[in-house]
Structure formats: structure tokens, C-alpha cells
């Protein structure tokens, strides 16, 4: 069963507005939240973080939110540029919960920016 | 210069063949790890090593064995390829005395046909 759900494989969104990448998740254990951003051909890279401590981090344009009672984590990227457009992953990890910090990560949300 | 290099980048294969993908780094990581990529299932964790003497089986292990060289490589081979292993695998490392536990560094990817 699934532990990181992104139940949107993909999302389309106009360049300067709000793009909203969302992830849901299962395990309670999970106490550090990573987004990755994936361009073809390419390793994913780093984006932002958060730990379950905070409800909000934020990075230049980039914000993440999380909420633990509804289990529930999201990306904001304000404003959105065409060099957004890529695939987004939400990864999951459990530093405490035995399984030693590997991340989990989701299916992925392809976003595009069009200009 | 790439940190986290794959070779080879792309592999055309036959059934029952043995393969060996490569990874090598030069960020001093101690943990290093092996995924693989299927559309619109995300990055599923094969094997991870936390030092040289350490391996670990993760998520999908089987068909599959890992060599940890040295602290900077780490070998995946499949012993006799079959299609469904036909994927894009990326190698990863992180560093157990950063900061940021969890955050992980990815090769470029090997993509991996199997015919």
C-alpha cells in the first residue's frame, strides 16, 4: 500500500500564477518531508524540506505546508515560471521509526508552466 | 564535475543477460543507493549501503545484488535480466553527519532496456 500518495499525475498552470503540488501520506512515523524537482534526462535534485516540527518552510519562491492531523503536505510555487515545468516528487522519511531515514516517495506531479 | 556519476547512461540488453550498472561519487558521502524509475510509479529504493560493510535489501530487491566497492562506489547488477527490469535506475548518496539527514544527492540515471 501506498505510504506518500500524489494523487494528481499531473497539473497544468499559467506562468505567474500559484502552482499547488499536493501530497498525502499514511505512516505517522514520518517526520521529515522532502520535495524533488525531476527535469527529463536528469537525476532528481533537492527543492525544499520540512520537518514535522514546523508547519511552513519557505525558499524564495518556493513554500511547503504541512499538515500533520490531516496528514498532509503541499508546494506552493509563487509565481510560477516555465522553468517550473518538470515532475515533482514528495518523498517521506521516518528518522526515528526503524527504517533508518530512506525516503518514500510518491508517483510523482508533472507540472507545466505554459507562458 | 558531476558528484554523482552512472555508467553507462543507457543500455540496450538481452533476456538473460548479466548486467552491472556503476555509480561512483566524489561528495565523501558514506551512504549511497540504488532506485529505480517506472512511469507513474516514482523511485522505488532497490538497495541502500550505509558504509562498506554495510548493505541493506530495500523495496525491490529481488533480481537484483549490489556491490559496495570502496565509500565512493556502488555496483547494481542483475545476475539474468528479464524485461520488467527494463526501468531508468538512479544511484544516490547522502551523508549521515550533514544536517539535513535525509536529503539525497542523485546520479544522472542509466536507462536500462531489457529485450
Known amino acids: 500500500d501506498q505510504q506518500v500518495k500524489q494523487n494528481s499525475p499531473s497539473l497544468s498552470v499559467q506562468e505567474g500564477r500559484i502552482s499547488i503540488l499536493n501530497c498525502d501520506y499514511t505512516?505517522?512515523?514520518?517526520?521529515?518531508f522532502l520535495w524533488y524537482k525531476k527535469y527529463p534526462a536528469e537525476g532528481p535534485t533537492f527543492l525544499i524540506s520540512?520537518?514535522?516540527?514546523?508547519d511552513k518552510n519557505e525558499d524564495g519562491r518556493f513554500t511547503v505546508f504541512l499538515n500533520k492531523s490531516a496528514k498532509h503536505l503541499s508546494l506552493h510555487i509563487v509565481p510560477s515560471q516555465p522553468g517550473d515545468s518538470a515532475v515533482y516528487f514528495c518523498?517521506?522519511?521516518?528518522?526515528?521509526?526503524?527504517?533508518?531515514?530512506?525516503?518514500?516517495f510518491g508517483k510523482g506531479t508533472k507540472l507545466s508552466v505554459k507562458p | 564535475d558531476a558528484d554523482v556519476t552512472q555508467t553507462p547512461r543507457n543500455r540496450i540488453t538481452k533476456t538473460g543477460k548479466r548486467i552491472m550498472l556503476e555509480c561512483s561519487q566524489t561528495?565523501?558521502?558514506?551512504?549511497m543507493y540504488w532506485y529505480r524509475q517506472d512511469p507513474g510509479l516514482g523511485l522505488r529504493l532497490i538497495y541502500y549501503?550505509?558504509?562498506?560493510?554495510?548493505?541493506n535489501k530495500g523495496e525491490i530487491s529481488d533480481g537484483y545484488s549490489v556491490s559496495r566497492q570502496a565509500q565512493a562506489k556502488f555496483s547494481l547488477s542483475l545476475e539474468s535480466a528479464i524485461p520488467n527490469q527494463t526501468a531508468l535506475y538512479f544511484c544516490?548518496?547522502?551523508?549521515?553527519?550533514?544536517?539535513?539527514?535525509?536529503?539525497?544527492?542523485f546520479g544522472p540515471g542509466t536507462r536500462l532496456t531489457v529485450l
Open positions: 544516490a548518496t547522502s551523508d549521515r553527519t550533514s544536517g539535513s539527514l535525509d536529503e539525497q544527492f
Open positions: 505512516n505517522s512515523m514520518f517526520d521529515y
Open positions: 520540512i520537518s514535522s516540527i514546523k
Open positions: 518523498a517521506a522519511s521516518a528518522r526515528y521509526g526503524g527504517s533508518q531515514g530512506n525516503l518514500i
Open positions: 561528495k565523501g558521502h558514506d551512504r
Open positions: 549501503s550505509f558504509d562498506v560493510k554495510d548493505i
